[in-house]
């Protein structure tokens, strides 16, 4: 059996006991998942090697939360009592959340326990001899960076919410840390051990993607990982790094750790083959009968209309469920806010041939599909009638870029007087972002796509970035130029690309927009405006700049505290 094909089949049999020990975080069972008894077989070793990744793949919708509901681009407001929740996504979104929230318990606990897995697993590989069970040592080698590599993963989600965190490296509590150590402790330790790491990864080989070695660290994953680390290392330890990020970040470009490039369309590294495509560095493998936790629940499946499994002609799974949307770039009379950060479609509409911006609709044939966004009336075909989708309270959708209690106005209806506001939403209320296709029943591509954790464009992004901090702001347009012209028809390119190759002024502001285009809803905008300054000083739609700078990391959860009686709660919270 291929490694990807037994990876996925290992994910699917463990499922049962996995999914379960994933949301109850008062049972210690992680540690229990090996004992001296457990290797018996090579396809134990493998079980035991892919459970943190599979813990990993379903924490992702922890994270896509504690980063997009505070920021600017993505929010979750009371639409007709749906999604209230006792104001809980109000509190994120106007950064007034405490340790008594639940979700800033969500980070650490998924991040915790990929860690305390990791940590068993790498105790037991220690003393395993791999010729018991038909393995070299290189092969149990990979296996150990490669769970390495996942839990320097799990330490940078860390060090971005909480910041001061404990180091646990060992099942053997006395090796690791009572309490809280220093940021530039945990920074520290990733950076040695991505370092020690990556010569011990598999290189890509050719082209087409990772294709059955997706989903399996390899050199330009781990290379990728200290890219994010030092472009953020000004904001975790106070000191900058993008010289060093600039180094990691054209290794991998100029093919040192395998052959990737930019997709010619924007939509391949999110399509139902991608693990084709030379953009994706690194992916949870998934597909609809086995492990797809991004098209569950927490993240894309609930950031799209109630009902509208009936446009899309996917009705496997039953409806969808409005938790995110676009926070609007429109007032309720129908005005253009003037705020410099948030107004995530109005960004996307300063390019208005963007192919993104079109209506998002799956094409004749199979797998094909256009546009990125739901908007407008959604309409489909039953039984050779053409209806519209209605939301859960009875009316049509007519879905806009604003947000306010419009139920079932014409779309030409402005609402004066009325105050657009997390409070007072309807189910009308804000665009709807569809990064992954959702295709039709029985197209073999319907919810097969694997979840891009890691694409080319971030590397380019980030050394972009490092070029126009340095002042060299001509080379920056050209790097982010490189994935923007797949965006536009090529006789818009002069009037949409950045300059020299265009005629767009990059500056400091159009570059965090740019930011937002590429990666909206990638689970990433909070950390990108807190490396900016502007998460706590910022004004978006309905949110005020904050009365201090403790907002960027979260409170440690009341209940992790009375846990463990060694940490102490983070600066500018009550314990």
Not at 179 to 192: C, K, L, N, R, Y
Not at 239 to 253: F, G, L, R
Not at 317 to 333: C, E, H, I, T, V
């Amino acid at each position: 059996m291929k490694m990807k094909n037994k990876i996925q089949y290992i994910i699917a049999a463990i499922l049962a006991i996995g999914c379960l020990s994933c949301t109850d975080l008062t049972e210690k069972v992680y540690d229990q998942i090996v004992t001296e008894n457990y290797y018996n077989t090579k396809d134990d070793v493998i079980r035991a090697y892919v459970r943190p990744l599979e813990h990993a793949f379903w924490s992702i919708g922890a994270n896509f939360g504690m980063q997009e509901q505070p920021a600017d681009q993505l929010g979750t407001w009371n639409r007709e009592g749906d999604w209230l929740d006792g104001g809980n996504y109000q509190r994120w979104h106007y950064h007034k959340w405490s340790s008594l929230d639940g979700f800033t318990r969500d980070g650490w606990n998924a991040n915790f326990q990929g860690i305390t897995q990791i940590n068993a697993v790498l105790d037991d590989f220690v003393t395993l001899d791999p010729a018991k069970f038909g393995m070299t040592q290189a092969e149990l080698d990979e296996f150990s960076s490669g769970l390495r590599t996942m839990r320097a993963w799990f330490y940078i989600n860390l060090l971005d919410q909480y910041r001061n965190i404990p180091l646990a490296i060992s099942r053997n509590q006395e090796l690791n840390s009572k309490g809280q150590v220093s940021p530039q402790e945990v920074f520290d330790f990733i950076e040695t051990e991505l370092k020690a790491v990556i010569p011990m990864l598999p290189v890509k080989q050719g082209t087409g993607g990772n294709q059955l070695k997706q989903g399996i660290w390899n050199q330009a994953g781990a290379a990728s990982l200290l890219v994010k680390l030092y472009l953020n290392a000004e904001k975790w330890i106070g000191t900058a790094m993008y010289s060093e990020c600039a180094v990691y970040a054209q290794d991998i470009i100029d093919g040192k750790y395998g052959t990737y490039r930019v997709a010619d369309r924007w939509d391949e590294p999110f399509d139902w083959n991608n693990e084709t495509s030379d953009e994706v560095i690194y992916a949870f493998t998934a597909s609809k009968s086995r492990a797809r936790w991004h098209m569950n629940t927490d993240m894309y499946w609930w950031s799209l209309p109630a009902n509208a499994h009936f446009y899309f002609g996917f009705m496997e799974f039953g409806g969808m469920n409005p938790k995110y949307a676009l926070q609007p770039s429109r007032d309720l009379m129908g005005n253009l806010y003037n705020f410099e950060l948030g107004m995530p479609v109005g960004k996307f509409q300063k390019y208005p041939e963007d192919y993104r911006l079109k209506k998002y609709r799956n094409l004749p044939g199979t797998s094909q599909r256009e546009g990125m966004f739901l908007y407008g009336y959604l309409e489909y075909t039953e039984s050779g009638q053409t209806k519209r989708v209605q939301s859960p309270k009875g009316y049509d959708y007519y879905i806009r870029d604003q947000v306010g209690p419009f139920k079932n106005a014409a779309p030409s209806v402005t609402l004066p007087g009325v105050k657009s506001e997390m409070a007072n939403a309807d189910h009308n209320s804000g665009w709807h972002p569809v990064k992954y296709p959702v295709y039709r029943d029985g197209d073999p591509g319907a919810i097969e796509s694997d979840f891009a954790l890691i694409r080319l464009p971030e590397i380019y992004y980030s050394l972009a970035e490092c070029k126009f901090r340095a002042g060299d702001v001509e080379e920056a347009g050209r790097l982010l130029n490189v994935v923007r012209k797949r965006n536009y028809p090529s006789e818009y390119h002069n009037d949409y690309l950045y300059k020299p190759e265009g005629v767009v002024e990059l500056t400091q502001a159009e570059l965090l927009d740019e930011w937002g285009r590429e990666f909206l809803a990638e689970g990433r905008r909070r950390t990108d405006l807190i490396r900016w300054n502007k998460f706590t000083t910022g004004t978006w739609w309905d949110k005020e700049p904050d009365a201090g700078n403790h907002w960027e990391i979260y409170p440690i959860h009341y209940e992790v505290l009375g846990a463990n009686p060694d940490l102490v709660q983070n600066p500018g919270y009550e314990n």
